[in-house]
């Protein structure tokens, strides 16, 4: 499938001509004051990023609200089975061994060939891998019992088992053909893969969890349970690749019945776990760079972002507009509803001061004229009104306490030392020494001084070291040798993936579409809600109110699964080698995930990440271990006390990374930044006052503000101090004031190419079974080369005559050409 079969995302509100309209009358009004009102409320968001939220609420996100019956029906198979095993007594009784053996008697009911005895085993050993709770009182004894068991089936073998299973559904042609003929596909149709995914999961989420009073047999089950899972067991390739099938398969309407949300769950974690989190990329990290020899970082990335404080976020149209109807009443010295705590903390009081709090509905850039248009006649009043009065000065237990220095060190990279260098020979000299960046004869002392702050500050980053590695490779493939490359989880994930990655990438960028809060239904749109509707629709307007917040959390967490597993992926590879992220990367812009993205943000934001579509009582382990109390209308609408939903914060921050990881240094994305209008949309997001999701909105307007235009950076001084406070400084980088536009015109194609050529090369080289063909040994001896068998067709015998005929005999032979010089 090539990247222009999908769907193009079109950001809303664009004219023909691809330019923003303006909202005019009572909807403008309207969109004012909605956003007015949600940046006033916006509280301070105590949330802490991580792999994954809690045990409890990942295992919950498992199951949808219409699979609730379901957990009696576990239920009842077990103790069927089980009461024939141990009479009036309870498996919370039974010793290790009597429990090994009751386990290794259903192993063996796994194998029988009758369906709905198989479904039944099956569903005997979910139950116990959800903590047999209906013998447990509480929620704490159905996780103690839960792991409990999950480790034991590991140790008896329960996962292999499983697998075989796996493997025969997916290739049930039966049950695809009777799914792709259905009109509508329910719960019904993916009972057994459900099932066996969901015990899978168990497995996956339980072992993968580290816990202080873990046994001594239960880490090194991790260990070897990580190692499985990573290694090409299955088949000759890792799990995972066999979970990537299933949702190309599922993409390409070829099994429409496939639970993709379980699926794309344990995708995640299995990448998770065999791969490493985030603290587990930073060790590996800090491992490579000692390895190549590089200097330590200058800090942790993690611990920094962790003691970042939100900042609140600039004000909106409607406040500038009552700030300014007070002041035309002569109240000047009254500021009611502009924000003065907020992006522009550390700096001195000046004219600009509110001027870009208008909301984007309001700013130049968004009008017909482009990017440098004619300010608003409402927006000049803002703009040329007098700075007001200083505020008296507080007493010294009041002041502000002002953190000591930025919270990131600069970085230099070498190019950038070389093109300052470069600029100044030219400019005192006459002339340029190429890279040579240790001569300074010649130039002033001040140019000394800043190429030894530069080099002071100078990183050298993995990538670039891979970059110059394989340089050298393609330059000298004789003489350097064979690379050896390390058999490590991420590059035998990586093998697995390269043959079909394209096709993988494209798949998880439908789900997240089809997911996705902006886009609208479709007749031709893939159907991911096959796993949560039930056979028999909604009669009563409670059911219908279920279902829809079923229907809602559904589609949240298929969006946080591909989030969280695209960044993964991201991250690892680019840690493997350079190259290999550069080349999911491209699939990636090709499949046109940089406007999904911003589709994605083009929402009320605050909105989407306070949505309320959770039904506490309904959650596991909590439905089934407490009474179920009666639900109403009333207590579906209020939904849970949290200030915010966890998983949507998690996923939108996930959405930024990967934006930011597809447009760093690379000049051409950065355009379809500008192209694509995206400084309105993330600034907007700046409303979320988290300090993580404001970082990474604060290096996506970043890279693109000098493309701006000047007005643009006048009229939003605010996100400028903010990007200066808490964004890395690269120090020769001209990002507040520079205009290089016309410098570096915008080839896409151009610098697309020269980057596939180089993957090419590194895959060709690396990964190619017939490499090095130019360099393999020639046979000389036209004896040996003549004795040679060659295979031949079995009907060559009867035309051989005839093939002789026409292709020798008939054909004029010139025996004079061989005497010409060629």
């Given at each position: 499938m090539q990247a222009e079969d999908m769907e193009v995302p079109i950001i809303n509100n664009l004219n023909e001509n691809g330019q923003r309209q303006r909202p005019t009358g009572k909807y403008m009004f309207k969109v004012q004051?909605?956003?007015?009102?949600?940046?006033?409320?916006?509280?301070?968001?105590?949330?802490?990023?991580?792999?994954?939220?809690?045990?409890?609420?990942?295992?919950?996100?498992?199951?949808?609200?219409?699979?609730e019956p379901e957990f009696a029906l576990n239920r009842d198979y077990f103790e069927e089975d089980f009461r024939s095993h141990a009479r009036e007594r309870r498996w919370i009784e039974l010793t290790l061994e009597e429990q090994r053996t009751y386990v290794m008697r259903l192993l063996d009911a796994l194998e029988v060939t009758d369906r709905d005895k198989r479904l039944k085993v099956a569903r005997a050993i979910l139950y116990l891998a959800q903590g047999v709770f209906d013998e447990c009182d509480t929620e704490v004894d159905v996780l103690h019992w839960s792991r409990h068991n999950v480790f034991l089936l590991y140790d008896m073998?329960?996962?292999?088992?499983?697998?075989?299973?796996?493997?025969?559904?997916?290739?049930?042609?039966?049950?695809?053909?009777?799914?792709?003929?259905?009109?509508?596909?329910?719960?019904a149709d993916s009972t057994e893969l459900r099932v066996l995914l969901s015990i899978m999961y168990l497995l996956v989420e339980t072992i993968r969890v580290q816990t202080e009073d873990d046994r001594p047999e239960w880490r090194a089950a991790r260990e070897a349970f990580k190692n499985e899972l990573g290694s090409p067991l299955y088949n000759g390739e890792p799990f995972a690749l066999l979970l990537f099938t299933m949702v190309t398969k599922f993409c390409s309407m070829n099994a429409p019945h496939f639970p993709m949300k379980k699926v794309l769950l344990l995708l995640w974690k299995t990448i998770l776990f065999t791969l490493g989190g985030f603290e587990e990329l930073q060790?590996?990290?800090?491992?490579?760079?000692?390895?190549l020899n590089l200097p330590p970082l200058p800090e942790d990335s993690i611990k920094v972002v962790r003691a970042m404080r939100a900042a609140s976020p600039p004000a909106s149209a409607m406040e500038l507009i009552e700030q300014q109807q007070q002041q035309k009443r002569g109240r000047r010295s009254r500021r009611p509803l502009v924000k003065q705590d907020s992006l522009d903390t550390y700096n001195e009081r000046d004219p600009f001061k509110n001027d870009d709090a208008r909301d984007e509905e309001e700013d130049p850039e968004d009008t017909d004229s482009g990017i440098e248009g004619e300010v608003d006649p409402l927006d000049r009043d803002v703009i040329i009104q007098p700075p007001p009065p200083p505020p008296p000065l507080r007493p010294p237990t009041e002041r502000v306490n002002f953190p000591k220095g930025l919270?990131?060190?600069?970085?230099?990279?070498?190019?950038?030392?070389?093109?300052?260098?470069?600029?100044?020979?030219?400019?005192?000299?006459?002339f340029t020494l190429g890279n040579d960046t240790d001569t300074l004869v010649g130039l002033p002392r001040p140019i000394h001084e800043s190429v030894k702050t530069l080099k002071q500050h100078k990183y050298v980053s993995i990538a670039e070291v891979q970059i110059k590695k394989e340089d050298d490779l393609q330059q000298c493939p004789m003489t350097l040798g064979e690379e050896e490359v390390e058999e490590t989880p991420t590059e035998m994930l990586y093998l697995g993936m390269l043959p079909n990655l394209s096709q993988y990438v494209i798949a998880l960028l439908k789900l997240l579409l089809a997911a996705a809060p902006t886009s609208k239904a479709k007749t031709d749109s893939i159907n991911i809600l096959a796993d949560v509707l039930p056979e028999e629709m909604p009669i009563t307007v409670l059911q219908s109110m279920k279902l829809g917040i079923d229907v809602n959390r559904h589609k949240e967490i298929i969006v946080k699964a591909i989030s969280a597993l695209l960044l993964l992926l991201l991250k690892h590879f680019k840690l493997n080698h350079i190259y290999q992220f550069e080349i999911v990367s491209q699939h990636l812009v090709f499949a046109n995930c940089i406007p999904l993205i911003l589709k994605f943000f083009n929402q009320n934001i605050m909105s989407y990440i306070s949505a309320k579509n959770s039904i506490f009582v309904l959650d596991f382990p909590h439905c089934v271990v407490h009474e179920m109390p009666e639900l109403t209308a009333d207590s579906l609408e209020a939904g849970d006390s949290n200030q915010f939903c966890w998983r949507n914060l998690f996923s939108c921050i996930n959405l930024l990374r990967i934006l930011n990881k597809l447009t760093k240094w690379k000049h051409s994305r950065t355009m379809m930044l500008v192209v694509f209008k995206s400084a309105p949309i993330l600034k907007r997001a700046l409303k979320v006052k988290q300090a993580m999701m404001q970082l990474y909105v604060l290096k996506l307007l970043k890279i693109q503000t000098k493309y701006l235009g000047r007005q643009w950076r006048k009229s939003n001084m605010k996100t400028m101090s903010a990007i200066y406070q808490k964004v890395r400084h690269r120090l020769n980088d001209d990002w507040a004031y520079g205009n290089d536009i016309d410098a570096r015109p915008w080839d896409f194609q151009a610098e697309e190419c020269a980057l596939r050529e180089s993957i090419e090369k590194f895959n060709s080289r690396r990964y190619d079974k017939n490499k090095n063909?130019?360099?393999?040994?020639?046979?000389?001896?036209?004896?040996?080369v003549l004795g040679q068998r060659v295979e031949l067709p079995e009907d060559f015998h009867y035309s051989y005559e005839m093939w002789l005929e026409r292709e020798v005999f008939s054909q004029p032979i010139q025996w004079e050409g061989l005497l010409q010089n060629p």
């Open positions: 004051q909605e956003e007015s009102e949600s940046s006033m409320e916006s509280p301070n968001l105590e949330f802490e990023y991580g792999d994954t939220d809690t045990l409890t609420a990942e295992l919950s996100e498992l199951y949808s609200y219409t699979e073998g329960i996962f292999t088992a499983l697998l075989e299973l796996l493997s025969m559904e997916i290739d049930n042609n039966q049950a695809c053909s009777s799914a792709v003929r259905k009109p509508a596909i329910s719960l060790e590996m990290k800090v491992r490579g760079r000692e390895r919270p990131w060190a600069p970085k230099v990279r070498e190019k950038d030392i070389e093109h300052f260098l470069e600029t100044s020979r030219n400019k005192f000299i006459g063909g130019d360099f393999a040994p020639v046979d000389n001896c036209l004896q040996s």
